[in-house]
């Protein structure tokens, strides 16, 4: 290329004169047009002007020396970009980058067709490299940035970073309203507010920045200020109508009636929230204006109308997936969950597959069985970028629902650090305290929960719980009988808890009473046959004891508890034999567990199987347990034996463990000594 057309072409470049640069080169000869460096700025000049079919048309002509020049692969990059092929964009660029790994502005393209494909981490990464290589911190690349951290709800860095913009440029009205926005994410209307009143001084006097600044003003309950400037948007638009070719005109934007008409019914004045609703023309009328107007006809009792405008939503639109969205917000609102599902479904089908659907879904699928279906969504909306309060609270909720109850604290405790104090979260890391048999840990969210609302039937029930967990029984029944009285008069698991408190308090008559009571409301499983057996057996009442847990056995428990259970009540009945059957198989399952091996040896003593007996107690002396009671028992059998010297060494042994003045004890070490005497006399 002469030097003279290039010096030419650089300075339309520099001033924006496109239509030169394509004019002049089109005018070269055939012999000059044939030169790289030309055709690379002509395509770069299309591009510019937005002729990008044509751009790459003339890139690719020159396809061969792209090995060579990285500006090839940025300039293709470019057109797909324009074209709105993103994913191709990003594959040239990249290739640019591998050519020149520091280049800026190649980060920036990068970072912006990341965005477009709401990749928005990646976007942040090639945004946030693209800054820190650029020496002057142009603000262009900053305020990209910044539209990325709003799309992943990173609403704090957007505001830190609009301020460093404006460090280095004037604010001006779309700066302010973009923080204004932001600043409404995070809840913190009252700077809101400022910088939307901020853009209105620099020269935004719009029906967006009035509406918004009604909107903010109504989310923190200044009703009377947000209709007003919602009134001026109206008025705004009204008086400055938009009007299209075809010669048709729109004075006032849907949504503001629609924003109007939630205000008013924000305050109750639903008939006149229902009239702005219905200043929206028909053809004007999205899945929100006709929800909203169904949600305001159910506010005035109007129920069969408020569903006939949900299923005209669903009719007027249905392959929206915002329509589908919206409709299964209505339907989980109604309680509707199976429809809720299905709308939701049809909305990700249709290639909704954002933060909001899947955080829905997640929802959705919590309310039914599928807690594991539920979680999979929610841990999509996190690796998106959600990681808020109601995310976390959500992740948690299904967790515990799982039994997954440490990661569920783990989660909750998250949500608590990001300020989450209500009285769900309290109540729901107390319930999963419970669980893990954390009872002071419980106690102390479920009195934080107490502070925070009135306690109803469940939270006074989960106390009752945590007392019984801490072996206070007293305080477990008083807090259980609180939840009875706030309407548990019927839940069948608070029964069994009083009947559980009852049995632990030894009232065992009164706690059958409550646990016969929770089988008559519907309650039918191992937990309460079993519950029932212990309390029948506490009474003497063996045979009916071992129904119950014959009757447990035959519902599929089979553990060392029940068993030993049974090897109890029939060691109370004097059916050795079978006891120690019963023992054996505890045993099987709980090797170690001392009550069914002290109990076995009993029962081998007393059906006469003394070399057994023998063996067990040693069992139980050797591992440091019953000690005391064990030797006393152990001492009996030698001494009947006429084994004198083991019974006399045994029986030195007991008062080391045990008071032998006590009556209790000291009537059977007398026995055994007296016994002991009489093998001496007769074995001398």
């Known amino acids: 290329m002469k030097e003279d057309l290039r010096k030419r072409l650089d300075e339309y470049h520099d001033t924006n004169e496109h239509e030169k640069i394509v004019e002049e080169i089109e005018n070269l000869s055939m012999e000059e047009q044939d030169d790289y460096e030309v055709m690379g700025k002509l395509a770069r000049a299309l591009n510019n002007l937005g002729r990008y079919e044509d751009g790459l048309e003339v890139l690719m002509e020159i396809e061969a020396y792209k090995e060579q020049d990285r500006f090839w692969h940025y300039r293709v990059g470019y057109s797909y970009s324009g074209m709105g092929d993103y994913e191709k964009a990003l594959e040239y660029f990249r290739k640019s980058l591998e050519m020149e790994p520091d280049d800026v502005w190649t980060l920036f393209e990068i970072g912006w067709n990341s965005a477009r494909l709401e990749r928005d981490r990646e976007a942040i990464e090639a945004f946030e490299m693209a800054y820190e290589l650029d020496e002057n911190k142009e603000p262009i690349i900053l305020k990209e940035l910044c539209h990325s951290y709003e799309k992943i709800e990173e609403y704090q860095k957007v505001v830190d970073g609009l301020n460093t913009v404006l460090e280095k440029m004037e604010e001006d009205s779309s700066i302010a309203s973009q923080m204004a926005y932001c600043y409404i994410k995070l809840k913190d209307m009252e700077k809101a507010e400022e910088k939307l009143h901020r853009a209105i001084e620099l020269g935004r006097n719009d029906s967006w920045v009035y509406g918004q600044l009604g909107w903010v003003l109504g989310n923190v309950g200044k009703y009377q200020d947000s209709e007003t400037w919602l009134r001026k948007a109206i008025d705004y638009e009204e008086k400055n109508p938009v009007r299209y070719e075809d010669g048709d005109e729109v004075k006032v934007d849907p949504w503001l009636y629609g924003q109007l008409g939630w205000t008013l019914g924000s305050v109750e004045k639903f008939d006149e929230s229902l009239e702005s609703f219905e200043k929206i023309s028909e053809e004007d009328r999205d899945s929100w204006v006709y929800g909203q107007i169904g949600w305001t006809l159910g506010q005035l009792g109007r129920n069969e109308e408020e569903l006939a405008f949900l299923f005209k939503a669903l009719e007027n639109s249905e392959e929206d997936p915002w329509l589908y969205s919206e409709l299964g917000d209505t339907y989980n609102s109604l309680g509707k969950t199976e429809e809720a599902l299905e709308n939701l479904e049809k909305a990700k089908e249709l290639g909704r597959d954002d933060i909001w659907i899947n955080s829905k879904l997640g929802y959705t699928y919590g309310q039914t069985q599928d807690k594991e279906k539920a979680l999979e969504y929610l841990y999509k909306a996190k690796e998106m970028g959600r990681d808020d309060i109601w995310l976390l609270s959500e992740i948690a909720w299904n967790l515990g629902a799982l039994g997954n109850y440490e990661d569920a604290v783990e989660y909750l405790n998250k949500a608590k650090s990001l300020g989450r104090d209500d009285a769900w979260i309290n109540r729901e890391m107390g ?147 079978v006891a120690i059957g019963y023992y054996l198989k505890a045993k099987e399952h709980d090797p170690t567990d001392k009550w069914t091996e002290y109990h076995l040896a009993l029962s081998y003593e007393k059906f006469g199987n003394y070399e057994k007996a023998i063996e067990s107690y040693k069992n139980i002396i050797e591992r440091g347990e019953y000690q005391g009671w064990t030797h006393m028992k152990l001492a009996r059998i030698y001494a009947e034996l006429g084994k004198t010297q083991e019974a006399k060494e045994l029986l030195d042994q007991v008062p080391l463990y045990l008071d032998t003045t006590s009556p209790e004890i000291k009537k059977e070490y007398e026995q055994v000594e007296t016994l002991l005497s009489s093998s001496q006399m007769l074995f001398s």
């Open 431 to 577: 319930w999963n305290y419970n669980q893990l048999r954390d009872a002071d840990k419980a106690l102390e969210l479920f009195k934080r929960a107490e502070e925070l609302e009135e306690p109803d039937e469940w939270l006074y029930g989960q106390i009752g719980r945590a007392y019984n967990l801490k072996g206070d029984y007293d305080g477990a029944l008083n807090y259980s009988f609180k939840s009875k009285d706030k309407g548990g008069d019927k839940n069948p698991y608070l029964l069994s808890q009083i009947g559980q408190i009852l049995g632990n308090l030894e009232r065992h008559e009164e706690a059958i009473e409550y646990l016969n009571q929770a089988e008559k409301e519907g309650r039918d499983d191992t937990w309460l046959y079993s519950e029932i057996g212990w309390n029948l057996g506490c009474l003497e009442k063996y045979s009916e004891s071992i129904n119950y847990f014959d009757k447990v056995i035959g519902m599929g428990r089979e553990d060392g508890w029940i068993y030993s259970q049974l090897g109890w009540s029939y060691e109370k009945l004097n059916e050795y034999e």
